[in-house]
């Protein structure tokens, strides 16, 4: 399976991390694009150095994942971003309300937005995880617009009712949605009516 995933300046790095590791793990081929905002969240989330250069927080990220393939922000030569190639699936994990309203207005500023431009318009699985709480009527009226536009809409919002005990089986939560959606086995949580 193919899937890209574009990182943006959202709050969730831990979301991505995680969700990466399991696209890896579950022998996807993974184009990686994030923001520069969406580098200063990784850096900053997962360790914790707001300075750390772009490469390292890239190499730190994807580690030994061979599968992974990274792409910088204006790289519009990458496979994702055209509708002529082969892509199962595209997720941007977190998904800023700055790139929900870009998406929304049809703009593509870079490899993100135009892989996501890709998926609608090719009516491919685009799922986009935004973590902005309170939503303005802005915000709103935007990822509307998108889940209209056949966008699914994942909401970084963990369930309580599987037991979680630690911030990772919270993670787990919305990373087994994100894999369902793209329609990867996994067992990061028990199932409703199963025990935890």
């Given amino acids: 399976m193919r899937v890209f995933l ?55 990220l994807v580690g030994d994942a061979d599968s992974v393939t990274v792409y910088g922000e204006s790289d519009f030569r990458s496979p994702y ?15 800023s309300m700055a790139t929900v309203g870009t998406l929304a207005s049809g ?26 709480t309170p939503l303005s009527s802005i915000h709103l009226r935007g990822l509307a617009t998108l889940n209209e536009a056949g966008a699914v809409i994942l ?17 787990d939560f919305v990373v087994a949605r994100a894999l369902d959606q793209i329609g990867i086995d996994n067992s990061l949580m028990p199932r409703w009516g199963q025990s935890a």
């Fill in 107 to 132: 703009a593509m500023q870079n490899l993100i937005h135009r892989a996501a431009s890709v998926a609608l318009k090719e009516r491919r699985k685009l799922i986009l995880v935004p973590r902005e």
């Fill in 81 to 95: 971003a055209s509708g002529s190639a082969r892509v199962d699936a595209y997720v941007i994990c977190p998904c």
């Fill in 6 to 60: 574009g990182v943006t300046g959202a709050s969730g790095a831990p979301y991505t991390e995680r969700l990466l590791r399991a696209l890896a793990a579950s022998g996807c081929e993974v184009g990686l694009c994030a923001s520069r905002s969406g580098i200063e969240v990784l850096a900053t989330e997962l360790y914790r150095d707001p300075s750390l250069a772009r490469e390292e927080v890239l190499e730190r």
């Fill in 155 to 171: 909401l970084a919002a963990p369930g309580f009712y599987h037991g979680a005990e630690t911030i990772e089986d919270l993670v």
